[in-house]
């Protein structure tokens, strides 16, 4: 097969030419840094997490407290400050 100029212009060498533009073109542009912008909401939940992990697991001298306080009858939870304690959880679960 045989291709030849199509009204004056060969596509081979069209092909070519714009090869060589495109190439020229990629060296002169410098690719420039990325950038990230995190919102108002990912910083708090950052935060958040940050402050999660300082914090211990199980806080030992509040079991002991509380152990102590069943044993010895005086212990009375509020219902009040367990639902408010919830509530606030859910809060902090919705946020992350």
Not at 21 to 39: C, F, I, Y
Not at 40 to 49: G, L, N, Q, V
Not at 72 to 81: I, L, M, R, V
């Amino acid at each position: 097969m045989k291709i030849t100029p199509f009204n004056g212009i060969n596509p081979i060498e069209a092909y070519k030419s714009q090869g060589k533009k495109n190439k020229t073109a990629h060296k002169n542009n410098k690719p420039r840094g990325d950038s990230v912008e995190l919102s108002k909401t990912a910083r708090e939940t950052a935060r958040y997490r940050a402050e999660l992990k300082n914090m211990p697991q199980i806080r030992q001298e509040k079991v002991q407290d509380i152990k102590q306080r069943i044993e010895s009858g005086t212990y009375k939870p509020s219902a009040e400050k367990i639902a408010e304690g919830m509530i606030r959880e859910r809060r902090l679960d919705e946020l992350v």
